[in-house]
């Protein structure tokens, strides 16, 4: 039984953590540095022609650091630019908003069908 409940602490533990290392709901959009994710920002919508996706995440760090830090990852997942603060990938269009509330930065994330 102590076995079980290590095994079992193990992989709450792991799989907390790599829950946390990606922009909720957006799978594979890693967070950047220790910034975290805002509670109950998260709103998701499926629709015919696409999904409506909005999360958030805040921390400590100057905009241009994350900005710099999402230019260089996001291509490597396949998004690809479309212009500041913008990418696509496939039919999807991910825009990016960095806002500054009580010291901290906000990193609003915005996933919207692209418009044939």
Do not use: C
């Not at 919508?45 to 996001?74: A, H, M, P, W």
């Amino acid at each position: 039984m102590n076995i079980l409940f290590k095994i079992l602490t193990f992989f709450f533990i792991y799989f907390h953590a790599v829950a946390d290392e990606f922009v909720y709901g957006l799978g594979d959009v890693p967070i950047f540095k220790d910034m975290i994710s805002i509670e109950d920002s998260h709103i998701l919508f499926d629709k015919v022609n696409g999904r409506y996706l909005y999360s958030e995440i805040k921390g400590k760090y100057k905009v241009q650091e994350i900005q710099e830090y999402y230019e260089k990852v996001l291509p490597n997942l396949g998004w690809k630019s479309l212009r500041i603060n913008s990418f696509i990938r496939g039919n999807e269009i991910l825009e990016i908003q960095y806002l500054i509330d009580n010291g901290e930065t906000k990193v609003v994330f915005t996933i919207s069908p692209k418009n044939n």
